[in-house]
């Protein structure tokens, strides 16, 4: 079997990893950049330490801020159309998953225009085309888009979400600076945090794993169970530790795929406007005790890395529920809803939920053969 590893051409990780923006854009001979992010972080003055080290440098840029949390097909046909009347040859997105998908789509738009309506990117297009150049910004410690090949938009004509998986679409540089994630609220670290553990334990769990990705994805539930929590409370070397963890899970869960985890969450998204690190976080622990008879020895891996003491000497049914207890416990310490009907969703949406997570392109990639109507019933137990 062969597998196959896409990842940045560059990445630069640690505090102050922003300012090698400026050499690496006079070296590669860029002139004009789209800047990608939320009226938030410009508020925050989070995206504008990116945008000092370009007026530091006299490089020129324009800023588009017109991006939801749950970024849309018209976001990114407003994003084609900021790019084309700026001038711009590269985008800088600066960013958690919204602003950096949203930059993807933009990207393989501009480059492959056939695809204008962007819904028709939708699982693996046929573009012919890379993304124009793309420089990844992380703010947040979880989404990891800055090292994937995939990015999530939602149309919301139809109330769903859809998945682009195109390795065309990586960012030729990555930047995970920690003084960008520094001012990160409690609950968005604590969400983007779990949506980070489940990128690890999905990434490990799902069919497509082999021995690098199952390195990778350990490694980063290691540093995660070990860090988060730490993270949120405002120590910076944990969240130092947090920015490597996520980029870690990302490189191998953008190689290998995901599972129902995601394809939950995806449809709250849409349905809901959900953000999608808590639709992640409530969602693993029920998806992982579901999951659990298909997993063979990893959830004894899995248990091992949160710190249960003697997991290999424990019975299969023991560390795949010590697993699933030390994911709950830590998200249940991280103040994560635990039920679905805590976050405003309808009991009477379940079934259509569950349809459009049946239909949704990480499903292939669950270690257990699964149904509509056997993820409606984990809605259920969820709600």
Request: glycine share 8%; proline share 4%; net charge negative.
């Amino acid at each position: 079997m062969i597998n196959r590893m896409i990842l940045n051409e560059t990445s630069y990780f640690g505090p102050g990893a922003r300012k090698s923006i400026a050499d690496e854009v006079k070296k590669r001979g860029f002139k004009k950049a789209l800047l990608v992010t939320d009226k938030d972080l410009i508020k925050f003055n989070v995206a504008t330490k990116v945008i000092d080290v370009l007026k530091e440098a006299s490089l020129p840029y324009e800023v588009f801020d017109n991006i939801k949390q749950n970024p849309t097909v018209q976001n990114v046909k407003d994003g084609v159309e900021a790019f084309k009347n700026s001038g711009a040859d590269y985008i800088i997105s600066v960013g958690g998953g919204s602003s950096i998908d949203t930059a993807k789509g933009i990207g393989m738009i501009v480059a492959n225009p056939e695809f204008s309506d962007v819904v028709s990117l939708e699982g693996m297009a046929d573009t012919k085309n890379k993304s124009i150049p793309h420089i990844a910004v992380a703010t947040t410690a979880g989404t990891a888009a800055e090292v994937t090949i995939n990015y999530v938009i939602t149309d919301v004509e139809n109330k769903r979400k859809f998945v682009c998986v195109d390795p065309g679409d990586i960012p030729i540089i990555a930047i995970v600076d920690p003084e960008l994630m520094a001012s990160m609220p409690k609950g968005l670290a604590a969400a983007t945090g779990m949506d980070a553990l489940t990128h690890a334990i999905e990434g490990y769990i799902t069919k497509g794993a082999w021995a690098l990705t199952d390195t990778l994805t350990l490694k980063a539930i290691e540093m995660i169970a070990k860090s988060l929590k730490k993270a949120c409370d405002g120590d910076s070397d944990a969240k130092n530790e947090m920015g490597i963890a996520q980029y870690v899970a990302g490189m191998a869960f953008s190689n290998v795929g995901l599972g129902i985890v995601h394809s939950m969450a995806h449809p709250l998204g849409a349905f809901y406007d959900t953000p999608h690190g808590v639709a992640n976080a409530l969602l693993l622990p029920y998806v992982m005790e579901y999951n659990a008879d298909s997993t063979g020895e990893k959830y004894m891996h899995i248990a091992k890395a949160f710190g249960v003491e003697n997991a290999c000497n424990l019975s299969p049914s023991e560390y795949r529920k010590a697993a699933v207890d030390a994911v709950r416990n830590l998200a249940i310490s991280l103040d994560i809803p635990q039920k679905l009907s805590q976050i405003g969703v309808k009991e009477s949406d379940l079934e259509n939920l569950a349809q459009a997570a049946y239909a949704d392109v990480c499903t292939g990639g669950n270690p257990k053969e699964t149904s509509a109507e056997e993820i409606l019933e984990i809605y259920k137990k969820a709600f």
